[in-house]
């Protein structure tokens, strides 16, 4: 039952409007708490946008107007390290959290937590939609919502009650991510070619967007640019120096 529901996922771009009890939305938060956390750190605070106007600001600098409006509850995913930098202090203890390894727990941490609140909605039969494009205007953001030293804003995740089903995208064959006791490169050239023509097909003839690509053009397209080179600075700025 859980590995079909995990196989099942599709993010939900259009939802119905109707609004998600604030009751449920913290069930589902409460649940994400239970998620895996490096040396329970729990180094994630979410904030739950429900005033009309910042989540309109949201949607305009994420440039994810539909998802967003729409939605029937809309929560900003943080890497949070002011609330561990308050437990130092009840001890007198100064806690340096700008280290590049903290960073990375931080950004684990939000990761494991948001994955868990996306599956305990989808349980209940709800659709969600990850936001990565708060990392579009990350300075803006962090002003919109007060954010302060130490907090970083990751994405954002839409929650509601779909008003459209999406095809599941195939994914790349677990021959491709698995290596058995050591990696190996050699076997990329002929399974990569193999789920191209499996994604072709799916673009193809998907119900919306249909379009005539492949997957390892698309990776090659998008990661052959530099993407949001401010987030150094800006991350810089929140505290993470990544000594």
Same mark, same amino acid.
């Given at each position: ?16 409007? %109707? ?5 449920? $939305?913290?069930? @589902? ?5 239970? =998620? +895996?956390? &490096? ?63 903290? %960073? ?5 941490? $939000?990761?494991? @937590? ?5 599956? =305990? +909605?989808? &349980? ?83 119900? &919306? ?35």
């Amino acid at each position: 039952m859980v590995i079909e529901l995990l196989t099942a996922h599709a993010s939900v771009r259009k939802y119905k409007d %109707l609004t998600l009890p604030k009751e449920k $939305v913290y069930e @589902f938060i409460h649940a994400g708490q239970h =998620a +895996a956390s &490096s040396h329970f750190v729990q180094a994630y605070s979410v904030i739950y946008v429900t005033e009309q106007e910042k989540r309109e600001q949201l949607a305009e600098l994420s440039k994810n107007k539909r998802q967003i409006l729409s939605a029937g509850a809309v929560l900003l995913f943080c890497a949070d390290y002011c609330r561990l930098e308050k437990a130092g202090a009840l001890h007198q203890k100064d806690i340096h959290y700008s280290y590049t390894e903290n %960073l990375l727990v931080g950004a684990v941490d $939000v990761a494991l @937590f948001a994955q868990n609140v996306a599956i =305990a +909605a989808e &349980s209940q039969g709800y659709g969600i939609c990850y936001i990565g494009g708060v990392r579009n205007a990350p300075h803006e953001i962090s002003e919109l919502f007060q954010l302060p030293k130490g907090v970083v804003p990751l994405f954002a995740m839409t929650i509601g009650v779909p008003d459209e089903a999406n095809e599941v995208k195939p994914r790349l064959p677990v021959e491709a991510v698995i290596h058995e006791n050591g990696y190996d490169s050699d076997k990329y050239e002929e399974l990569l070619q193999a789920y191209d023509q499996t994604m072709h097909a799916y673009y193809l003839n998907r119900g &919306s967007n249909q379009k005539d690509t492949e997957w390892s053009l698309q990776m090659a397209d998008f990661l052959s640019e530099p993407k949001r080179t401010y987030m150094k600075e800006f991350l810089i700025q929140q505290g993470f120096e990544m000594n």
